[in-house]
């Protein structure tokens, strides 16, 4: 099954606005990552957080992390139509960190 | 240029047919999966290798055979192919996971199985 799991399943915002996507997981984790996907391309990383850590900041993009609810949001601050694509979490457990599990994305749209 | 290289980028089989997709990497990645990725379902794992001659199996491996013979490279056999492995398919790299590496991904194989 999958280790985690976005919300929301689709989101359609104005350019300009944040884009705020959350993802829940079940088990401990050494680190959670966040890819893009471009509509028929394959993924690209975005972002990693580590376990121990509780925000971090890349260009546009923050990500916190609360371990304490299983928890992570990304958040895209003003939005640009380039930044429409599919947007994953991933999850590498604690102890288990050589692989890695995708939850099932939320798909982005920016409308000009 | 570095990075994931899968071919072929489309294949069409016939069920009961066998292939192998490839997927080679440039970086000197220890880290390598595949994963498959259908509509409404995210990527899933199908098997994965943290080094040469390390392989293991993922969420969905039932179906699938993979090899890693050198750290280059690790190919993905479909043993019979059925109309349910119709996807698309990914390979992917990593330096090291466990430290905190992100994957870097080839741009994908679509098969369809008639």
């Known amino acids: 099954s999958q280790q985690g799991e976005e919300d929301p399943q689709a989101l359609s915002i104005q350019e300009g606005e944040n884009a705020t996507m959350n993802c829940s997981y079940k088990?401990?984790?050494?680190?959670l990552q966040w890819y893009r996907q471009n509509s028929g391309r394959g993924l690209v990383h975005l972002i990693l957080?580590?376990?121990?850590?509780r925000e971090k900041h890349s260009g546009r993009l923050r990500v916190t992390l609360d371990t304490s609810k299983k928890s992570s949001s990304l958040l895209i601050t003003a939005s640009r139509a380039a930044d429409t694509a599919s947007y994953f979490c991933?999850?590498?457990?604690?102890?288990?960190?050589?692989?890695?599990?995708f939850g099932q994305g939320t798909r982005l749209t920016i409308n000009p | 240029n570095a990075g994931v290289t899968q071919t072929p980028k489309f294949q069409v089989l016939k069920t009961g047919q066998s292939m192998t997709l490839q997927c080679a990497q440039d970086?000197?990645?220890?880290?390598m999966s595949w994963y498959r990725q259908d509509p409404g379902m995210g990527l899933r794992l199908i098997h994965y290798?943290?080094?040469?001659?390390?392989?293991d199996q993922g969420e969905v491996p039932n179906g699938y055979n993979v090899s890693r013979s050198t750290t280059e490279d690790f190919p993905l056999r479909l043993l019979s192919a059925a109309p349910s492995q119709t996807s698309v398919y990914f390979c992917?790299?990593?330096?090291?996971?466990?430290?905190?590496?992100?994957?870097?991904f080839g741009s994908g194989t679509r098969l369809t199985v008639v």
């Open positions: 992917a790299s990593s330096y090291d996971l466990g430290r905190g590496y992100g994957y870097t």
């Open positions: 088990t401990s984790i050494n680190n």
């Open positions: 957080i580590r376990s121990n850590e």
């Open positions: 991933a999850t590498a457990k604690e102890g288990g960190a050589q692989k890695l599990v």
């Open positions: 970086m000197n990645h220890e880290y």
């Open positions: 290798s943290v080094g040469a001659g390390i392989t």
